[in-house]
């Protein structure tokens, strides 16, 4: 997939607003501040997760840019395809709470906004997808944890997804209610410091 | 109280809560936007996003909230949900039939991550390769 204009994602995903907006709006330092973005939970977790991207991919796109320009542009597209398409909120994982009056929940895309974030705040990788397999509405059930992710040149591959592993597991305990099974890492790019 | 006095005092409450960082109404803007009428825009105001709904005489509350990881999700969405029902109940004077709080959002630094909380559920799958 090599154009995010190739994934069929409905601008209600976006509150009405483009994943191109939203790179202008980057590109302008978030400011002046828009309300109508700022005010949308859709929007604001494609922005952290562009933003994260920017950040750390930066010195990559600069040198691979000249080198190989259609593959760092298919690798580029592809992140961004994926963050489109991760804003749907997909299924509720409910937190269970002893009155039954209460139904709070905490949507997929929230979680698979953390496990991004949890990745790409390590050091040494760029997160790519994350799928969550298993019944997420159904406390207890056993979940499986799948991402990928570019690592960087040079680090070692069997330590890294090892970190990886175990710090994605760590913000899964504390901030979801998950029984998670397994957390499995793909590498599927190299990228330069 | 009406509605909307009602879910602005519901905004300002969440918003009060530790760990809260933004309050979302629970419909897209534009689907809100799509059933224009004058009372739908005003609960689009910054500071009217809990959608209050009336059904004969149940009453349902909704709320979408992004949360800071320096404090664990679950602590905060329960604390909030905690705090929706005890102002319905003393507001209204008839209890909320559901109240509904939707995690949208977990924004923060991204760390540090106290990873040995995690480990034993990082260990089946923690497969060299």
Do not use: K
Not at chain 1, 17 to 44: F, Q
Not at chain 1, 55 to 70: I, M, N, T, V
Not at chain 2, 27 to 45: D, G, N, W
Not at chain 2, 57 to 65: E, K
């Amino acid at each position: 997939m090599s154009d995010i204009d190739d994934v069929p994602v409905p601008e209600d995903d976006l509150d009405g607003h483009t994943m191109e907006e939203l790179a202008e709006y980057l590109d302008r330092g978030r400011s002046p501040r828009d309300p109508a973005i700022e005010g949308s939970a859709s929007c604001r977790l494609a922005l952290s997760n562009m933003e994260r991207l920017r950040e750390l991919s930066l010195g990559a796109l600069q040198y691979r840019a000249d080198a190989e320009p259609d593959r760092e542009t298919d690798w580029v597209d592809r992140l961004l395809a994926t963050i489109r398409a991760e804003v749907r909120p997909g299924r509720d994982v409910p937190v269970p709470h002893p009155d039954p009056r209460l139904r709070l929940s905490m949507t997929e895309a929230a979680v698979r906004g953390l496990v991004r974030r949890t990745g790409d705040t390590m050091g040494g990788v760029v997160m790519g997808s994350c799928t969550l397999d298993g019944e997420l509405g159904d406390p207890g059930a056993p979940v499986h944890v799948r991402v990928t992710a570019g690592l960087v040149y040079g680090a070692p591959a069997e330590e890294t997804a090892d970190r990886l592993r175990v710090r994605i597991a760590a913000a899964l305990a504390r901030h979801t209610t998950l029984t998670v099974a397994s957390v499995d890492v793909v590498f599927d790019d190299v990228y330069l410091p | 109280m009406s509605d909307e006095a009602l879910s602005r005092a519901l905004t300002d409450r969440i918003r009060s809560v530790p760990g809260v960082t933004g309050v979302y109404p629970t419909r897209p803007i534009v689907h809100a936007a799509a059933e224009a009428v004058a009372s739908t825009f005003a609960l689009q105001e910054p500071d009217v996003l809990v959608d209050v709904h009336r059904d004969g005489s149940a009453l349902r509350i909704g709320a979408g909230i992004a949360v800071d990881d320096a404090r664990p999700a679950p602590e905060t969405v329960r604390e909030v949900g905690e705090r929706i029902r005890d102002l319905v109940d003393e507001r209204t004077g008839a209890p909320a039939d559901l109240v509904e709080v939707t995690i949208r959002l977990v924004e923060g630094i991204g760390g540090p991550v106290d990873e040995s909380a995690g480990h034993d559920a990082g260990e089946p799958a923690a497969t060299p390769g």
